[in-house]
């Protein structure tokens, strides 16, 4: 039942709403006041303010009874759910054109530092949720068990997923490549961390690292740092396209030429700058 009166208040109930709200729908029959500050915890001081706001927003309903007696019956929760849903998208829908109206014109794109795994995820979320053309994802499995619901539903919404996956990929929406050639344990070994890279629309990106129970990230709409993030994905796919074809016996050998061998030999580079960011060294 707590999960239920948390739930109501993020969709706008006081606690003392969310409670009263929920106590009549399990009632299933008019409740009046002094019942529901006895049952819901809510202050009998407070309660028929609190019955009052809840019929005032058509949550609940005032059934006169004799001699002045006044019992509460709740709206149908599914009722409820729909007035809700209806309420919030003729706000989102009216914020859509008077919100931007009122924006200060854009200067210098910012770059926002996220610390902790889950700021950084949350900022994937809304990432991969806000895409309407094109999303491009790197992504190991940890974080794809996350962000999988929502790359699906962006993919049956039209949208074009390009997934770079490291590690066998069970289920999935879009186009969806596995991380081969390097192995993912070559790429770790070099870079230090789980790299997860969210480019949505060619218009903002979150880029994290996650290693040890501790993560980072940095969000931006700089159009630079967006088309380099696209540009890595697309080019990690492109490999991973090559290897399957040639095979990857041959790419293997090619990776030993020199010139190859001196790009790599940045190993370790990787961590040193996240160390300088927060993030602790493996």
Excluded at 33 to 53: C, D, F, M, Q
Excluded at 211 to 216: D, H, R
């Amino acid at each position: 039942m707590r999960d239920v009166v948390e739930q109501l208040q993020r969709l706008g109930m006081s606690g003392y709403e969310a409670k009263a709200y929920v106590t009549l729908v399990v009632a299933g029959q008019p409740l009046n006041g002094y019942e529901v500050a006895k049952r819901s915890g809510v202050p009998r001081s407070t309660v028929y303010e609190t019955l009052g706001k809840l019929v005032a927003r058509g949550a609940a309903y005032e059934l006169r009874g004799p001699e002045e007696a006044t019992g509460y019956l709740p709206l149908p929760p599914r009722a409820l759910l729909e007035r809700m849903r209806r309420e919030f998208d003729d706000s989102i829908e009216a914020l859509q054109s008077s919100l931007p109206t009122i924006a200060a014109p854009p200067g210098a794109h910012l770059i926002y530092n996220l610390k902790g795994a889950e700021a950084v995820l949350t900022r994937a979320e809304d990432v991969v949720a806000a895409a309407h053309t094109d999303l491009f994802l790197s992504v190991w499995p940890e974080e794809m068990r996350r962000l999988s619901p929502l790359i699906g539903r962006a993919a049956e919404h039209g949208v074009s997923v390009s997934v770079i996956h490291f590690g066998p990929v069970q289920t999935g929406a879009g186009h969806l490549y596995e991380h081969r050639f390097p192995t993912p344990e070559a790429v770790m070994e070099d870079l230090g961390c789980r790299l997860l890279v969210v480019a949505g629309d060619r218009g903002e990106v979150l880029i994290g690292g996650f290693v040890n129970g501790s993560a980072w990230g940095v969000y931006t709409e700089d159009p630079a740092v967006v088309l380099t993030a696209v540009e890595y994905v697309r080019n990690d796919i492109t490999l991973q396209i090559i290897a399957d074809r040639i095979g990857h016996g041959p790419l293997r050998e090619l990776w030993t030429d020199p010139e190859l061998i001196r790009l790599r030999t940045g190993q370790g580079h990787s961590s040193a700058l996240l160390r300088t960011i927060g993030l602790p060294e493996p």
